[in-house]
């Protein structure tokens, strides 16, 4: 197979300037004018504003061979993004070296490489010419891309006037049809219905596989990188890890998010979710007991606290709310405590699960944190020979099978 993409060394450095305000925890407008006139006559800046170098991207090596399909994982703040604006040449590397061999199309922020004044149709034309396609070849997929996107009624209406889905709709179309030989695809899919979502995946798929063109895709959702890629690249606070097989890589990406697995605490005293905690010994015993201790700013009237259990690839399983199961007592007004809720049952196969809590009130939410845990469950009743939860599941319920011959 030849080479699709290589990358030596590559870094992308940012310039963060952080402000001194003196010890002033909030400060408004008319505080910043004033700071910003007053600096004017002082000698050292430096004193106001201090530099620091941050490396979204550092060192980063790797190879991709022409037909390949790849995910790029990693937690949020890895470097995902940036890399893949590296590839799509949206942004020039700080160091090292790219070498791209063939046409690259790309999928990444809602609305990218769209002029919003231009109609739909106006728009399909110029992605075309972008990457240097003749208007003929552009004509001759133009109808394959309009009824791909489902965008028919709108195609002489300015992008500007078109939702988050009909943005995301045209722009996949218009990247997977013009004949790229690399399709570079970011977690932007998420903003699709689930439909379409599908139709994305088989089309990748389908360029990937039958037509032997290169695939990069970005995703939190582990049972979409496992379908649709080949191997893995982990990205780990802007550095390459592992890049292998998809089950080796995804299973270390869950073993580092594991390293504080069972406790999330808020980095922001401000917070009103304090903190997330899963209890250990619950676990063995095949339970869920999870303490959520919470400051709210005021006396809140029957606030509501809701969790929700995910598999490792994002599907929600099941979940609670102190709304649907009310305690049997709790005060009219709370500000400040914990809440604790138990499942004295956990039906689940063995293997990593995330949890997410909400918290809000009667009419709107308060605060909320997503992924906040992940936890690792081992089923005493799991055969050593199940089958992958991806396969099968993740609730595990027992079938009490007869024959009648």
Not at 131 to 148: L, N
Request: charged content about 25%; proline content about 4%.
């Amino acid at each position: 197979m030849s080479l699709a993409i290589r990358v030596e060394n590559l870094g992308k450095k940012y310039i963060l300037r952080h402000q001194t305000t003196g010890h002033r925890r909030y400060v408004a407008l008319r505080d910043v004018l004033a700071d910003r006139v007053a600096s004017l006559f002082r000698r050292n800046l430096a004193r106001d504003a201090t530099r620091e170098e941050f490396w979204a991207l550092k060192d980063v090596s790797f190879s991709i061979e022409q037909g390949e399909a790849v995910g790029i994982i990693g937690r949020n703040g890895a470097g995902k993004s940036t890399l893949l604006k590296l590839l799509s040449r949206i942004t020039k590397p700080s160091q090292g070296r790219i070498e791209i061999y063939g046409r690259v199309a790309s999928l990444l922020e809602v609305g990218t490489g769209f002029h919003p004044e231009l109609t739909g149709r106006e728009n399909i034309y110029l992605n075309g010419a972008i990457m240097g396609m003749p208007r003929a070849e552009i004509k001759s997929k133009f109808d394959e891309i309009v009824a791909f996107a489902e965008v028919e009624k709108f195609l002489d209406t300015p992008v500007k006037h078109f939702s988050s889905g009909m943005y995301v709709r045209l722009a996949f179309a218009v990247a997977a049809h013009l004949d790229p030989d690399i399709l570079i695809v970011d977690e932007v899919l998420a903003v699709g219905d689930i439909q379409f979502q599908k139709k994305c995946l088989t089309k990748m798929e389908e360029v990937s596989g039958k037509d032997g063109r290169t695939v990069l895709f970005v995703s939190h959702n582990m049972d979409l990188i496992t379908k649709l890629c080949h191997k893995v690249l982990l990205l780990t606070s802007g550095r390459a890890g592992a890049m292998g097989a998809v089950d080796n890589v995804t299973h270390d990406y869950i073993n580092q998010a594991n390293a504080a697995s069972l406790l999330f605490v808020a980095d922001n005293s401000d917070r009103a979710l304090q903190s997330i905690a899963v209890d250990k010994d619950a676990l063995l015993k095949e339970k869920l007991l999870i303490k959520i201790k919470f400051k709210l700013s005021r006396k809140v009237p029957n606030p509501i606290f809701g969790v929700v259990i995910y598999t490792e690839g994002g599907a929600p399983i099941f979940g609670s709310n102190s709304l649907y199961h009310p305690p049997v007592s709790k005060p009219d007004y709370m500000s400040e405590g914990e809440a604790v809720v138990t499942f004295e049952y956990l039906p689940l196969w063995s293997g990593h699960y995330t949890i997410s809590v909400w918290l809000g009130d009667t009419v709107d939410p308060i605060d909320d944190e997503m992924n906040a845990v992940t936890f690792e469950f081992v089923s005493p009743s799991t055969p050593l020979n199940a089958p992958p939860v991806k396969n099968i599941g993740p609730v595990h319920l027992q079938g009490n099978w007869t024959f009648n011959l």
